[in-house]
């Protein structure tokens, strides 16, 4: 395992991280969690030492497989991480301090645990989400700081890159999670360069696009040229190969993902982020283009499935053929255009889109 230092700490992290939403999911219902569990423990085998888990990942059940397999290691030689926002804390806009806790301790428990070695103030979609929490919040991270209870205070965003710099230049941060592939890599560059400047780490998420970017091989063969990798493992070298990116999360399901994100970073070399984005300029199709599936849009008033609406856009641009919109809402999800007419322009989806997407001209385009 190739391992890099996680910003101006002394810690070092394995450039492939565990993401755990990705429990199998039959076994996750059957509640068949010490199964669930020898996925960390075998990335654990081959190296990997960054464990990202979260409240509500694979029916709020994910917690609980990691904190299984992290009380059969040595708990000094992984490094865990959970989140936190106001939705986890359920106690409105103006939390306590035991509301905090409760739901801090509630982690702590399930991860079998003392303490989290990185803590997020989870899923920061704008400055606005950000100033909010960290007005309600941040006292009480700097709080269970200074007890021990969690080593680090961190942050997850889906914020454009700019965005991400004016949170950067607080120094509020030791360091980040943020969505980062091979599609968007020119959407939040200068975020990245930005923390890796002011000594933060830098993990990233989503490395395959959603799945986009494994599902359509063809429209990504170009990151395999000169290796002997797939496409899917191509795309987490890309990113991993960033000097400026600490982690790139895999979510892995079967060991066999484990050994494939492994595969990616076998004689890893780093390169600066602006050689790298000089390399690929022009190839591919920029993901600040693509619909991610999120579905931080299911806030429109009219009830238009603006998700899978904006998946069948997806279509035409990978393919360059109109027909693929219409052929994807009918055949893949078995509705038609006509809910696409109902759309009133009050722009809540495009405020709500983690892309910035142009919803409302594309809903336009497919009721046309």
């Known amino acids: 395992m190739y391992y890099k230092q996680y910003g101006s700490t002394d810690m070092k992290v394995s450039a492939i991280g565990l993401g755990t939403m990705r429990y199998d999911e039959e076994d ?8 669930c569990a020898e996925i960390p423990l075998y990335a654990f085998e081959k190296g990997i030492n960054y464990w990202d888990t979260a409240p509500f990942y694979c029916e709020d059940k994910s917690e609980i497989v990691t904190g299984i397999a992290l009380s059969q290691v040595k708990r000094s030689e992984v490094y865990v991480t959970s989140k936190t926002n106001l939705g986890t ?13 409760k739901r801090l301790e509630m982690s702590l428990d399930r991860l079998k645990t003392d303490y989290i070695d990185f803590y997020h103030m989870w899923c920061m979609l704008s400055l606005k989400s950000w100033e909010k929490h960290m007005d309600a919040l941040y006292g009480f991270f700097e709080d269970a ?15 454009q890159g700019d965005e991400i710099e004016t949170v950067v230049e607080t120094g509020k941060f030791r360091g980040m999670l943020i969505g980062y592939n091979a599609l968007n890599h020119r959407f939040r560059q200068s975020g990245i360069e930005a923390a890796y400047q002011n000594g933060m780490g830098v993990v990233v998420m989503n490395p395959l696009g959603g799945g986009m970017i494994p599902e359509n091989p063809d429209a990504f063969s170009y990151l395999t040229e000169g290796t002997d990798l797939t496409v899917p493992q191509a795309a987490l070298r890309f990113v991993a190969s960033h000097k400026e990116i600490t982690v790139t999360l895999a979510g892995c ?23 790298i984005v000089k390399k690929y300029e022009g190839k591919g199709v920029a993901l600040n283009n693509l619909c991610t599936g999120c579905s931080y849009c299911k806030v429109c008033p009219k009830q238009i499935p603006i998700a899978k609406y904006m998946d069948a856009y997806n279509q035409m641009i990978l393919t360059g053929d109109k027909g693929a ?33 142009p919803i409302i001209k594309r809903l336009k385009e497919i009721a046309e």
């Not at 996750?28 to 199964?35: C, P, S």
């Not at 700081?145 to 914020?159: C, D, P, Q, T, W």
């Not at 079967?254 to 600066?272: G, I, M, R, S, T």
């Open 325 to 357: 919109i219409l052929d994807r809402i009918e055949n893949h999800w078995g509705i038609t255009k006509d809910k696409a007419k109902d759309c009133i322009g009050c722009g809540r989806c495009e405020r709500h889109c983690t892309q910035h997407l």
């Open 89 to 101: 804390i359920d106690a409105g806009d103006h939390p306590k301090k035991e509301d905090f806790r």
């Open 145 to 159: 700081k200074r007890e021990g209870l969690i080593r680090n205070i961190v942050f997850s965003s889906h914020m």
């Open 253 to 275: 399901t079967k060991k066999e993902h484990v050994d494939d994100a492994v595969k990616a970073v076998e004689n890893l070399e780093e390169k600066p982020t602006s050689e």
């Open 28 to 35: 996750i219902k059957a509640d068949r969690l010490e199964k």
